[in-house]
């Protein structure tokens, strides 16, 4: 076959796994959005947005359609936006997975506040409701790690009030969610 049929086929075995792996994400992507906010795209900017993602990376518009067609489907599967963040030794990061409604901006705003006042233990809340995520500096982890049974890290936070600095969210942001009831609760108050 020769080096010039090599190199060629490994040119599109490369561009063909990109492929793969760009529209498998953009096709859950795209299901997450049809959930959220329904499918017509004038209507939905997530959608809207993904979709002219889906048309940069060359998606063909039938698998666009099927993703869509899939996530309105009664049995389709329910896949949950989830975001993980990662920090270096100098402080710890409390992210809870019942938080549906915390966006990555508010996560984003505490992260930023933290980076300004690493000597402070940085939270979200919402006018005198604290909430999570938090940020600690490193100075907190023994009192974190002493800490037994359920309770978090708000018992650290009450020990050193004059330590803390919240960060301003909205107030659905800090919807704690424990049960699918009451997940579905939520969902119908939106």
Request: proline letters at 6%.
């Amino acid at each position: 076959m020769g080096r010039a049929f090599e190199y060629r086929k490994a040119r599109k075995l490369k561009r063909w796994g990109h492929m793969a792996r760009v529209f498998t994400k953009i096709g859950k992507e795209i299901e997450i959005a049809v959930k959220a906010g329904g499918p017509d795209p004038s209507g939905n900017t997530r959608l809207r947005i993904l979709m002219q993602n889906a048309k940069a990376e060359n998606m063909p518009k039938e698998n666009v359609e099927r993703a869509i067609k899939r996530a309105t489907e009664k049995d389709a599967a329910d896949y949950k936006e989830v975001i993980y963040e990662g920090y270096g030794s100098h402080g710890i990061a409390f992210l809870v997975a019942d938080q549906p409604l915390l966006s990555a901006s508010a996560v984003r705003a505490v992260v930023r506040q933290w980076r300004e006042h690493p000597s402070c233990i940085v939270g979200a809340a919402c006018g005198t409701r604290r909430g999570n995520p938090n940020m600690f500096p490193r100075e907190f982890f023994p009192a974190l790690c002493a800490l037994e049974g359920d309770r978090g890290g708000s018992a650290v936070i009450r020990q050193y009030p004059e330590r803390y600095l919240a960060v301003d969210v909205p107030p659905e942001a800090l919807a704690d969610v424990d049960t699918p009831e009451a997940l579905r609760a939520l969902r119908e108050e939106k």
